[in-house]
Structure formats: C-alpha cells, structure tokens
C-alpha cells in the first residue's frame, strides 16, 4: 500500500515555470512505476508521463513533449515534475499515481494505476 501527496501547484503565467512533488508513503515506493495525469473542466483525465521503477525510462504525451520532465528518487520516496513552458491549455489538476503491475512497461492508461493522490491544481495564464 502506497498514499501519495501532491505538492507544487499554483498560478503561473504562460511561459512560466512549476514544480510539481509527489511524496509516497511506505517502504515500497521503488516496486512502483509513477505516472502523471492530468484533468481539465470538463475534459477526461489524461496521461502526461510515466517513470519506471528506478528512473531510468520515461514516457511523455506529445502534448508536453520537449517542456515537461519526470524525475524519481526512491531514496526519498518523491516523483517530480518539472513543467516548463507551460501554456493555458496546461491548466489542469494534476495528479500522481502508483502503478504496481509485475511489468517494466510503461502505461498511459489511467485504468490500472491502484493508488493516486488527491491532486494539485494548476493555472496557467494567458
């Protein structure tokens, strides 16, 4: 069992910068492969990158391509996310999530992901 905490949100304007932080609970953070989601007004919840269980593969939806970066470090149980460049169409809750599957693949889908963290809001002005 893994709780997970968003931390990093805000207003920022467009071309700005943010930090998102996500802090695990538990001794068994590094079992775990950690996406980023995020979920628009009105919008379903969508896939923005993946890291694998020690850090050394990521995966990003074109969209945030070449902006955002997803970092780990299971010394101290956090994923990052770094978003840079970030436009209005940004705005968004973000969410971290836990995925726990006996696989070294990487998924974009939200369905299999058993643990997600409350998420932090994002807004990115024009």
């Known amino acids: 069992q893994v709780q997970l905490v968003e931390s990093g949100g805000g207003l920022v304007q467009a071309g700005g910068s943010l930090r998102l932080s996500c802090a695990a609970s538990?001794?068994?953070?590094?079992?775990?492969?950690m996406g980023w989601f995020r979920q628009a007004p009105g919008k379903e919840r969508e896939f923005v990158a993946a890291?694998?269980?020690?850090?050394?593969?990521?995966y990003y939806a074109d969209s945030v391509t070449g902006r955002f970066t997803i970092s780990r470090d299971n010394a101290k149980n956090t994923v990052d996310l770094q978003m840079n460049s970030l436009k209005p169409e940004d705005t968004a809750v973000y969410y971290c999530?836990?995925?726990?599957?006996?696989?070294?693949?990487?998924?974009?889908?939200?369905?299999?992901?058993?643990?997600w963290g409350q998420g932090t809001q994002v807004t990115v002005s024009s």
């Open positions: 538990g001794r068994t953070f590094s079992r775990y492969a």
């Open positions: 890291i694998s269980r020690g850090g050394d593969r990521t």
């Open positions: 999530a836990a995925d726990g599957r006996s696989t070294t693949a990487l998924f974009t889908r939200s369905i299999g992901y058993d643990h």
